[in-house]
């Protein structure tokens, strides 16, 4: 099958950077958008950053002009890079992408979410 792995979170001080990972691995034929999600304790999930498979990007109003977020489809991996960091940023940031898998013959559409990493930010 399909899966997502992150990688990349920690503990940050205010004002530091972390750079999240995320790849997806499986029976893959074609990846259309990627996005990053998070969640922070006692509130809903809520999206981050999308990359579209066209190359377009969106960002959350909390997150622009300090988060990037980037993708090398030749790796089918996605990048977060995240900067300039605040305490209310804490979360697990979550993976999801939109994967077409099987083969020309049969093929189907997947929403894949990864399994989430945490990122805490404190002095």
């Known amino acids: 099958q399909v899966q997502l792995v992150e990688s990349g979170g920690g503990l940050v001080q205010p004002g530091g950077s972390l750079r999240l990972s995320c790849a997806a691995s499986g029976s893959i034929f074609s990846i259309n958008a990627m996005a990053w999600y998070r969640q922070a304790p006692g509130k809903e999930r809520e999206l981050v950053a999308i990359s579209t498979s066209g190359g377009s990007t969106n960002y959350a109003s909390s997150v622009t002009g300090r988060f990037t977020i980037s993708r090398m489809n030749a790796k089918n991996t996605v990048y977060l890079q995240m900067n300039s960091l605040k305490p209310e940023d804490t979360a697990v940031y979550y993976c999801?992408?939109?994967?077409?898998?099987?083969?020309?013959?049969?093929?189907?559409?997947?929403?894949?979410w990864g399994q989430g990493t945490l990122v805490t930010v404190s002095s």
């Open positions: 999801k992408a939109g994967i077409v898998v099987g083969t020309y013959g049969s093929r189907s559409y997947l929403e894949v």
